[in-house]
C-alpha cells in the first residue's frame, strides 16, 4: 500500500502510459525526466516506484514530467484515458501497440 495519496497514483499512471507510448525503458525515462528537471538522473527503480504512485511529487518533477512527454502539467492530475485499441486489456501474453500495455500470464494453448 502506498503511503502516498491518490495524486501520486494518478501521476504514476499517466507516467507509466506516457512512457510506455514513448518506447522509453524506465532508465530512459529517468534520465529524460532529469534533463527536464536539472537534476541528477532517475534511476529505474525511482521511476518504478513513480509509476507504482509510491513517490511524492513536488511541482518541479510534475513540470518536468510534463515537459519530458510534452503534455500539460494539469493533464497529469486528469483522469487516466483508457486505450481505444485494447481498452487498457491487451490479450494475455501480449502488449498493445498503441499504449503499450501487457498483459502477464500464459495463453491458452
Do not use: Y
Amino acid at each position: 500500500m502506498s503511503a502516498h495519496g491518490p495524486a501520486a497514483k494518478r501521476i504514476g499512471e499517466h507516467l507509466r502510459r506516457l512512457r510506455r507510448q514513448a518506447g522509453m525503458s524506465q532508465a530512459e525515462a529517468g534520465v529524460a525526466i532529469a534533463a527536464h528537471r536539472g537534476a541528477p538522473s532517475w534511476s529505474r527503480q525511482a521511476v518504478n516506484a513513480a509509476e507504482r504512485g509510491n513517490r511524492a511529487w513536488t511541482a518541479d518533477d510534475v513540470v518536468a514530467l510534463a515537459a519530458t512527454f510534452g503534455v500539460t502539467p494539469g493533464s497529469l492530475f486528469e483522469e487516466v484515458p483508457t486505450c481505444g485499441q485494447c481498452h487498457g486489456t491487451p490479450p494475455i501474453g501480449f502488449s498493445c501497440l498503441a499504449c503499450g500495455a501487457t498483459a502477464e500470464g500464459e495463453a491458452n494453448a
